[in-house]
C-alpha cells in the first residue's frame, strides 16, 4: 500500500485540501483521497505534490513494506 505524507505536510503549510489542488491542478476531492491512501497520484502529480509541499517525492511517498523493512 502507498502510504504519504501529504496532510502532515499541508498542514505544516498551512494550505487547505482546496489551496493544495489549486497549486497542483486537481480537486479537493482528489487531495482527499490522497491523503487517505484510497488513490495513487500519477508519477507527474506525485512531482506536482512534493514541489508544492517543498519536499521530494521518496520523502512524501512510500510503499507500506518499505515501512516494515526500516524497523
Given amino acids: 500500500m502507498l502510504k504519504n ?10 494550505f487547505t485540501q482546496s489551496d493544495l489542488g489549486k497549486q497542483v491542478n486537481v480537486t479537493r476531492q482528489t487531495i482527499a483521497f490522497i491523503e487517505k491512501g484510497e488513490f495513487s497520484p500519477s508519477i507527474t502529480l506525485s512531482l506536482k505534490l ?22
Avoid: P
Fill in 5 to 14: 505524507r501529504v496532510k502532515e505536510l499541508r498542514a505544516r503549510y498551512g
Fill in 50 to 71: 512534493a514541489k508544492a509541499l517543498q519536499t521530494n517525492v521518496n520523502d512524501l511517498f512510500w510503499l507500506e513494506e518499505d515501512e516494515e523493512h526500516e524497523k
